[in-house]
């Protein structure tokens, strides 16, 4: 029988983790599900929360122009809360989305989990470029 945590295992940011921090990062989150269409962040909102996209795919825009696609294992959301700051880009699911979601303090606890934060860190400036060469 699959875990919660299987699906932790396959995404990058927790591929390393030791068992007890798997477990850990997986008692932080809770699984959600978006219809095509929804929207999982808003440009200009603030950011309450982080989501890992497990299954589906997302339109990444920022203006309304599409600069990225999103699938599993991407993770979308965390630039808000890692810079305490409003949403930088819309995040719109494209097919049924089935994702992780951690709250801002679910999402710290995580961050403390050996070489999350580095990861997430890694993460966030890669979106960064992305959306700094679209608006260029």
Known sequence: ???????LRALPVFANLPKKSLAQADSLMTSV???????????????????IIVSGKAKVTQAGEVIA??????????????DNSL???????????NALVMTAREFLSV?????????IRQI??????NSSQSSS
């Open 1 to 7: 029988m699959k875990k919660p945590s299987d699906d």
């Open 33 to 51: 599900t978006f219809g095509a269409g929804d929207v999982l962040c808003a440009e200009g909102n603030f950011g309450l929360e982080v989501f």
């Open 69 to 82: 696609e999103v699938g599993p294992g991407h993770v979308v959301g965390e630039i808000a809360l890692l």
């Open 87 to 97: 949403r930088s880009a819309s995040v719109t699911a494209t097919e049924p989305v």
């Open 111 to 119: 961050r403390e989990l050996p070489g999350v934060d580095d990861a």
């Open 124 to 129: 966030a400036e890669n979106h960064r470029a």
